[in-house]
């Protein structure tokens, strides 16, 4: 869908409208909700983790941190969720949750506390039944995300309430993003990884076979060279400088094989030995990935139909009436996808299996909304100037004190210039004026549904 500057404007009137905020008077609501609650993963956490140090740096929410509307009225430091309550008339949502179970000499260790009042149960990290996400502490990460995942959200939220929903309250759902990079963090990690491993593997052979070649027993001397290379990459410390001297000291040794020992001699090996295992390594991590891709897709096929399954058995099914399950944005073409060397393919895949999934399995519920959040994003990258938008290729946020992530991203650390109207915050995450426009587009699905 395609929206014009002028179609805008008419879809912020009818929502304004719609949602008593209007400025001919208040008006009801088609729907009056009592109250809103969310579940999901950073696009609508509130501030689960600002606490300690992320909120000493002036952070807490995945998007530019704090109210500087004086500044400029785009940067309200708000997610889609706080602008959706504002538009029922409802009170600023807040964290069913906060802490962190991070480094404590850091500040990253912060007591769990449960907040019985607040109905915003999504958190940084969530995936969705899976409770290690990106962020948590398992993963090696300082900052130590406590990543409930959406399921377990749903679970804590019946067993304040009895096991049930009352039917009048709004249900924001949104999660899938987070199995996503999981996974993909995880590739990143193991298919160097393993072209490291063959890498090595295919140096040592070549090196062997060069070095050995002109002893007099070439068999003997092949045994000894890589007797040594072994020895001497198992000890703790040693490094490709340290194999090679220890190859050719026994090269060198072997009858008629001295005069390897020379650098003119030895050194055209060495660089003919590191070309060859770089090329080795080049292939079998490519081969890793191609092997990992296919079971990475399907996996997050999975991932749609237990969303799908947790909104239709554990929302619907235990008393909600208004239910809106967003799809996952277009994260393909957003930074994190598009930087050099991403895997881009494979994401748009990854999110494409999701969304297919996730819609089929929510598909003939009348208390579900599906929202197409995909649709929209992606031609807000492709088409931004009707949206309003100044910039969907890159990040607004600068370095700050936890990276690069929007988390601890506030006007103090964002790059150059006037960012206000960027789409991304940081390589995945939404800049307030963005939330804005995703809220503006839900409360519109809600008004073709007839919910307002």
């Known amino acids: 869908m395609r929206h014009t500057n002028f179609a805008l404007a008419l879809l912020t009137a009818a929502v304004l409208s719609a949602c008593g905020g209007s400025e001919t008077g208040n008006q009801e609501l088609k729907t009056k909700f009592s109250s809103q609650v969310s579940f999901g993963d950073s696009l609508a956490d509130v501030g689960t983790y600002n606490v300690g140090t992320v909120k000493n740096v002036g952070g807490g929410k995945y998007t530019i941190n704090g109210d500087n509307t004086a500044k400029n009225p785009a940067l309200t430091g708000k997610n889609w969720t706080e602008f959706m309550a504002a538009q029922f008339g409802l009170p600023a949502p807040c964290p069913a949750q906060t ?55 749903v679970a804590n939220h019946l067993s304040r309430n009895g096991g049930k929903f009352k039917g009048d309250e709004v249900v924001l759902m949104i999660g899938g993003g987070n199995d996503a990079l999981a996974m993909l963090g995880e590739l990143a990690v193991n298919a160097p990884a393993a072209g490291k491993a063959a890498g090595s593997k295919a140096f040592a052979a070549n090196l062997t076979g060069q070095l050995a070649a002109g002893a007099t027993d070439p068999a003997a001397a092949a045994q000894a060279i890589g007797g040594a290379i072994m020895a ?54 490519a081969a890793y990935a191609a092997e990992q891709g296919p079971k990475m ?34 994260l393909g073409h957003a930074p994190a996808a598009t930087a050099k060397g991403a895997p881009q393919a494979l994401i748009i895949a990854m999110v494409d299996k999701f969304n297919a999934h996730l819609k089929a399995g929510v598909s003939g519920e009348s208390k579900i909304l599906y929202v197409d959040l995909w649709a929209i994003s992606n031609d807000q990258i492709v088409n931004p100037a009707p949206y309003g938008l100044s910039e969907t290729k890159k990040p607004a946020c600068g370095d700050n004190a936890l990276g690069h992530t929007a988390l601890a991203c506030n006007s103090t650390n964002t790059i150059a210039g006037d960012v206000s109207r960027y789409m991304f915050a940081d390589d995945v995450h939404p800049t307030p004026f963005e939330n804005s426009l995703i809220a503006k587009y839900v ?7 007839g919910w307002l």
Do not use: W
């Open 232 to 285: 001497e990459s198992q000890r703790p410390g040693s490094t490709q400088e340290s194999i090679v001297g220890a190859a050719v000291q026994a090269a060198a040794t072997q009858p008629g094989n001295q005069m390897v020992g020379q650098e003119s001699v030895f050194g055209p090996m060495v660089a003919k030995a590191k070309a060859a295992g770089e090329a080795e390594g080049a292939k079998a991590g």
């Open 99 to 153: 802490g962190l179970d991070g480094d404590a000499s850091k500040g990253f260790s912060v007591p769990v506390v449960n907040n019985n009042a607040c109905l915003s149960y999504a958190q940084g990290g969530a995936r969705v039944t899976n409770p290690v996400g990106p962020g948590h502490k398992l993963t090696g990460s300082a900052i130590g995300q406590l990543t409930v995942p959406i399921a377990t959200q």
């Open 443 to 449: 409360a519109e699905q809600m008004i073709v549904k």
């Open 297 to 330: 897709i399907a996996a997050m096929g999975v991932a749609g139909d237990e969303m799908a399954a947790l909104a239709k058995t554990q929302v619907v099914g235990k008393g909600a009436n208004f239910v809106v399950v967003n799809n996952l944005p277009d």
